[in-house]
T-cell receptor, first 114, second 111 residues
Framework: DGGITQSPKYLFRKEGQNVTLSCEQNLNHDAMYWYRQDPGQGLRLIYYSQIVNDFQKGDIAEGYSVSREKKESFPLTVTSAQKNPTAFYLC?????????????FGPGTRLTVL | DQQVKQNSPSLSVQEGRISILNCDYT??????FLWYKKYPAEGPTFLISISSIKDKNEDGRFTVFLNKSAKHLSLHIVPSQPGDSAVYFC??????????FGKGTLLTVNP
């Protein structure tokens, strides 16, 4: 059955290490998104991709990088340049700009940097 | 600059009563609005949406009202149930079809 998977659910890393969060969807959606959620902050857009091999910075892209080599996959790398990486990370996808932009979310990955 | 605001961080209602969650926005170019529901440690799930050309959309116990002149929308849940207890996010679609989210309102429905 179709959906978005994010793994792992919990991730621990030492300060200064890069870490990559995975996001896979089998909904045949063109667009994919990465958000982070912090307490009292709502969801803030990190990066988004509307088509394979193309992606755009969101509102808080500094310290993050992404790739979109396949339609199904949109991995997010949290680099050592991200000043406050501990957060709950959410991946989402949608059919694309031509249709109503309902985004479907994955279950999230909680990253803790020690 | 917060373009989508949910000014009530929390709301508590009795089971069976109406829950009203509010959302204000500043960008007149937003053309589509959505409400999401989120349980702790899970991803948000889509609840209901409304186009800027409408003023009301209803789906079962959930109704969204849009007042464009006031740049205000609200989500009504009636009757409220304990299972509705969650954080509710308002979101608005703007340029490049990106969504801008509010900070959320924690709804608690007491049995």
């Amino acid at each position: 059955d179709g959906g978005i998977t994010q793994s792992p659910k919990y991730l621990f890393r030492k300060e200064g290490q890069n870490v990559t969060l995975s996001c896979e969807q089998n909904l045949n959606h063109d667009a994919m998104y990465w958000y982070r959620q912090d307490p009292g902050q709502g969801l803030r857009l990190i990066y988004y991709s509307q088509i394979v091999n193309d992606f755009q910075k969101g509102d808080i892209a500094e310290g993050y990088s992404v790739s979109r080599e396949k339609k199904e996959s949109f991995p997010l790398t949290v680099t050592s340049a991200q000043k406050n990486p501990t957060a709950f990370y959410l991946c989402a996808s949608s059919k694309g700009r031509e249709l109503n932009n309902e985004q479907f979310f994955g279950p999230g990955t909680r990253l803790t940097v020690l | 600059d917060q373009q989508v605001k949910q000014n009530s961080p929390s709301l508590s209602v009795q089971e069976g009563r109406i829950s009203i969650l509010n959302c204000d926005y500043t960008n007149s170019m937003f053309d589509y609005f959505l409400w999401y529901k989120k349980y702790p440690a899970e991803g948000p799930t889509f609840l209901i949406s409304i186009s800027s050309i409408k003023d009301k959309n209803e789906d079962g116990r959930f109704t969204v009202f849009l007042n464009k002149s006031a740049k205000h929308l609200s989500l009504h849940i009636v009757p409220s149930q304990p299972g509705d207890s969650a954080v509710y996010f308002c979101a608005a679609r703007g340029s490049n079809y990106k969504l801008t989210f509010g900070k959320g309102t924690l709804l608690t429905v007491n049995p």
